[in-house]
């Protein structure tokens, strides 16, 4: 079982940064693949970015839209997976979620919401 609780979710302008957290408990969290989805109004869930399980290489990957403006790191001692992201845009305003193991048999965060707005 892993139990996963986000934050640093809030309202910035346009061009603005923020900078999720996501912090694990429960079973070690670095066996897992991690990941970012997001979930805007009237829309399904996508993915955002994920990073491979440790003995994978710890391998990282972004959704075309994001690329180049946000960046998926951790901190396996604190058990943390985080989302940097900059030049964030309206079309970026969603409810992001935090993931480990896979979106179908995984586990999830309740979600942070990130509104871009000026």
């Known amino acids: 079982q892993v139990q996963l609780v986000e934050s640093g979710g809030g309202l910035v302008q346009p061009g603005g940064s923020l900078r999720l957290s996501c912090v694990a408990s429960?079973?070690?969290?670095?066996?897992?693949?991690r990941g970012w989805f997001r979930q805007a109004p009237g829309k399904q869930r996508e993915l955002v970015a994920y990073?491979?399980?440790?003995?994978?290489?710890?391998?990282?990957n972004y959704t075309d839209s994001v690329k180049g403006r946000f960046t998926i790191s951790r901190d396996n001692a604190k058990k943390a997976l985080y989302l940097q992201m900059n030049s964030l845009q309206p079309e970026d305003t969603a409810i992001y979620y935090c993931?480990?193991?896979?979106?179908?048999?995984?586990?999830w965060g309740q979600g942070t919401q990130v509104t871009v707005s000026s």
């Open positions: 993931n480990a193991g896979g979106p179908s048999l995984g586990y």
């Open positions: 990073m491979t399980n440790e003995e994978s290489g710890a391998i990282t």
């Open positions: 429960g079973s070690i969290f670095s066996t897992y693949t």
